[in-house]
């Protein structure tokens, strides 16, 4: 892929096109028989780079995400060396445009080589090449969650040899697994401590399924104060530069999609006035960051005399009554937040804009406003908001999203608190390349219609 950067480079400098408005100064020291050779040396170059930046690495459950990132500065390293290195020569011909576009291609296309080998060895684990031997140790139900999970989703790599509710050394050893998960969170320090040891001595990988507590507390700093070690909670990435960046990434991506999405504004508004005519826009109260109350934009999907809120008046708190008891009926879900099935009060045009969530596109002007975020916890009503339990409001520390990590991993199949620990993982693991992965996975979620309602 390198080298192919390189090539194309090449080609587009000699394009009629470049060409035309940026003429070749030194054409005699652009030749191809003196480019290509040269191209294949700095290519095994970055390829050094590349291993030292941890791209090689043989580790089965790196992220596609991070090897992303770490493409991106490994090819801004060594555009970094050519820059220098064309600078301090004083090459007599025009190179800028072939380091720049080399170095723009380079990242392209090695990002593309990267996504289709994941594809790849993501079909192969569907029809069962590859798969890493795991056991699953563990008497609570999250082992035969993530039993039933693994099991569904083959794309993972895992294929389960056995679950056992305390360790069993002799039956592991002679499984031979290749990976341990260890979900008993609550286990004695002396069998957590032989389950760490036996992996260790037979070099099988070790995991564990964090608790709530663990999961509030993976965005940890050690330090020291007078000598004695410390450590240090901190709440979130997103303060200061982070929390700038998110949000310059926000208006311009918020931006760009209510541009991109106009036509769907548009006949999503007209579909709404010929079917149940005004209004078009539903507002709804829910808690932002900081537990700040506002309103969510949605395309209105409901019989307007019987859609909950202030805008409706007397008939909205009317309405309130009916939608309570469809929640003690028909509500799938259990927790604080609700979510009902087969809702009568939906239209059949706004049963389709649900179905594509379609009716969430408003919310993007939420975003523009700073009120919410492109990705980020949902934010839910005040009235659910009263049943959160204490280690629930770290989710206030950011803005809420109109999609997150909790919506492509399940949608409204999750349990409340399953939505919880995701939320918070995010929280404190965010980057903005998260951001990214989550934005692009969403639609395909979307498509697939996984916990859509």
């Given at each position: 892929m390198l080298i192919l950067a390189g090539f194309s480079a090449y080609y587009l400098r000699f394009s009629e096109f470049i060409i035309s408005r940026r003429p070749v100064l030194f054409e005699q020291n652009l030749t191809w028989e003196k480019y290509w050779p040269l191209v294949v040396f700095v290519a095994l170059g970055w390829v050094i780079i590349f291993a030292f930046a941890g791209l090689y690495h043989s580790d089965p459950n790196k992220k596609l995400a991070k090897d992303l990132s770490r493409i991106f500065f490994?090819?801004?390293?060594?555009?970094?060396?050519?820059?220098?290195?064309?600078?301090?020569?004083?090459?007599?011909?025009?190179?800028?445009f072939l380091v720049l576009a080399g170095w723009i291609l380079a990242i392209l296309y090695v990002w593309l080589g990267r996504i289709l080998i994941k594809l790849?060895?993501?079909?192969?684990?569907?029809?069962?090449?590859?798969?890493?031997?795991?056991?699953?140790?563990?008497?609570?139900?999250?082992?035969?969650?993530?039993?039933?999970?693994?099991?569904?989703?083959?794309?993972?790599?895992?294929?389960?040899?056995?679950v056992f509710s305390k360790l069993e050394e002799e039956q592991i050893l002679k499984d031979k697994p290749d990976e341990i998960i260890f979900t008993d969170a609550r286990a004695n320090e002396k069998e957590t401590l032989n389950a760490i040891d036996l992996a260790n001595k037979h070099h099988i990988v070790f995991k564990y399924s964090a608790d709530l507590f663990s999961t509030v507390s993976a965005n940890m700093i050690s330090s020291t104060i007078a000598g004695i070690p410390v450590i240090e909670l901190r709440r979130t990435r997103l303060g200061g530069w982070g929390s700038i960046l998110k949000r310059v990434f926000d208006i311009i991506g918020s931006a760009l999609?209510?541009?991109?999405?106009?036509?769907?504004?548009l006949l999503a508004g007209i579909g709404?006035?010929?079917?149940?005519?005004?209004?078009?826009?539903?507002?709804?109260?829910?808690?932002?960051?900081?537990g700040q109350k506002f309103f969510t934009l949605k395309f209105r999907s409901m019989f307007k005399e019987l859609s909950t809120g202030e805008q409706f008046g007397k008939q909205g708190e009317q309405a309130l009554k009916k939608e309570e008891e469809l929640i003690k009926n028909q509500s799938i879900k259990s927790g604080p937040v609700y979510k009902i099935k087969n809702d009568p009060?939906?239209?059949?045009?706004?049963?389709?804009?649900?179905?594509?969530?379609?009716?969430?596109?408003?919310?993007?002007?939420?975003v523009l406003k700073g009120e919410m975020s492109l990705v980020g916890p949902r934010p839910h009503q005040p009235r659910e908001v009263a049943k959160y339990e204490k280690h629930h409001n770290q989710i206030f520390s950011v803005k809420p999203g109109i999609t997150g990590l909790a919506q492509i991993s399940g949608r409204s199949n999750l349990k409340f608190e399953e939505e919880a620990k995701l939320d918070i993982f995010y929280i404190?693991?965010?980057?903005?390349?998260?951001?990214i992965i989550i934005l692009i996975k969403t639609p395909f979620i979307v498509i697939k219609k996984t916990g859509a309602i």
């Open positions: 490994a090819c801004s390293t060594g555009f970094a060396a050519i820059a220098i290195y064309v600078f301090f020569s004083l090459q007599k011909f025009d190179s800028r790849l060895k993501t079909a192969l684990h569907r029809v069962g090449f590859g798969l890493r031997k795991t056991i699953i140790i563990g008497s609570s139900q999250i082992a035969q969650e993530i039993k039933n999970s693994l099991e569904k989703r083959l794309g993972f790599g895992y294929k389960i040899i056995g999609l209510i541009t991109l999405f106009s036509p769907a504004f709404i006035l010929i079917e149940t005519g005004r209004p078009v826009i539903y507002k709804n109260k829910r808690v932002g960051q900081d009060r939906i239209t059949r045009f706004g049963r389709f804009l649900r179905r594509w969530s379609l009716d969430e596109l408003p919310q993007f002007i939420n404190e693991n965010w980057s903005l390349l998260t951001d």
